[in-house]
């Protein structure tokens, strides 16, 4: 069992206890002060757990956040003075800025997100943090370089106050605009959720996407469809989706290849790499029904068969087509997700003994192992570092800044996306309608799902290694 899951077992647990505790209260409140009052209490209760204590958070809120950026970024001098942000330092219009300060929250900051506003002339960014906030956060200055160095940069708490000397660290800009890039994608929506701004500006661009995420599909189900029938419609939409989408941003077709292994099989194809490992609920062992929509053939096309060694085989292929300079992928340590992290494993190891090595590594976080609501905030705001409570290696920040014009097409791409479409459950619904009116929280324009919240941003967020590539690429 991974390790978010491990925490969602002992969050679960932790709450049967406390409602169990709270019963036994209500029932002592009913029988020794007044029989009616359980009636009015109970309802009550579960309005506040909704609205401020549904969120999971696994750590507390005034844990430090940790993080060791490398030889790549550099600390600046940097001087908060009167609310107005202050730096010596040459910046570049592109650099990635991250300002690491100390923040406490109100008493109104327990029950409405704290956060911190940049403002420097008509440009006004937001970054939001958890309820409670007393700790170590990061913000993300990236795209304010300007009004930095001018001295017009000011930042403001809102239901928190920033305490003790900020820190500045910059990372370097890259020359991304004009390299190869092969963004890999575990499902379809991935590539677009960490990266649409980056692929679609990128003179050449590759999406390889290596499941067809056909598991889950109760939406198809309630359509009047058997259980292995909608698995089987879900991956076939969502392989289209994975090869279609990219097109909206200007990838070409030949570019796009969908994979189409299984959903949540790929920890057990990496245990057993010459065995087999089916659907689990497609009733399918065969891959190529996912892979009609590729203009190109690949080494597993001869067998279908989802192992290991073929995905290896696929990945090389692809690689070695592409011949990549920046590759992006999910981040090892930070994404959770069973195929995310197979799926980078997959791509070192592809990499192993090829003569073509990509430059750099951009790494990226869908998911998280504590806290499900990263990136914070409302759609069109700034993306903060998420929450990391320990350093275990170096990694230099990478931001990218989207226009307004970008986070629409953004936004339209994901709404394109068939997995973001159904409407959350009815559960959800009154939840996000009790934060709003009762926590502030806002709802985005763009759509019912909460990665229109989280993804349609003013920043994309990576994590940037270089790769140690051959001398000898050609």
Known sequence: MNRKQQLLR???????????????????????????????????????????????????????????????????????????????????????????????????????????????GEQCDRQTFERGVDGVRLLNLTGLAAPLRDGQLRVRGRHC?????????????????????MVIAPHADDAELAAYGLYSQAQEAWIVTLTAGEIEADHYRRMGLEPAAAAQLKGRLRAWDSVAVPRWAGVPEAQCAQLGYFCLQLPAMQAAPDQPAGSREAQMDDIRPFRRFNTCALPADADGAPTWNNLLADLRALLEKARPEILVLPHPQLDPHPDHVCAQAAVLEALQGMAWQPQTLLCYANHL??????????????????????????????????????????????????????????????????????????????????????????????????????????
């Open 369 to 474: 192992h504590d806290n499900d609501r990263w990136p914070m905030g409302d759609s069109g705001d700034g993306v903060a570092l998420p929450p990391q409570l320990q350093a275990s290696e170096p990694w230099a920040p990478y931001s990218l800044v989207l226009d307004l014009a970008t986070q629409r097409d953004k936004a339209m791409a994901l709404g394109m996306m068939h997995d973001l479409q159904p409407p959350p459950p009815f559960k959800r619904r009154v939840r996000r309608w009790l934060q709003r009116w009762l926590a502030g929280r806002r709802v985005s324009p763009y759509g019912q799902n909460e990665f229109f919240r989280k993804a349609v941003r003013r920043h994309e967020l990576f994590w940037r290694r270089e790769w140690p590539a051959n001398d000898d690429r050609s």
């Open 161 to 181: 106050r920033l305490q003790g000397p900020p820190r500045l660290w910059v990372t370097p800009a890259m020359q991304w605009r004009q390299r190869r890039i």
């Open 10 to 120: 002992r969050h679960r647990r932790n709450k049967r206890v406390g409602v169990l505790v709270m019963l036994a209260l209500l029932v002592l409140a009913g029988v020794f002060v007044a029989w009616w009052l359980p009636l009015v209490l109970l309802p009550l209760s579960w309005v506040a757990h909704e609205a401020w204590f549904a969120d999971h958070l696994f750590y507390a809120p005034g844990d430090d956040y940790v993080y060791d950026f490398g030889a790549d970024s550099q600390e600046h001098e940097v001087r908060l003075q009167q609310g107005v942000l202050h730096s010596a330092a040459s910046i570049g219009d592109e650099d990635t800025l991250v300002l690491q300060v100390r923040l406490k929250c109100s008493w109104l900051g327990r029950w409405l997100d704290p956060s911190v506003e940049l403002v420097a």
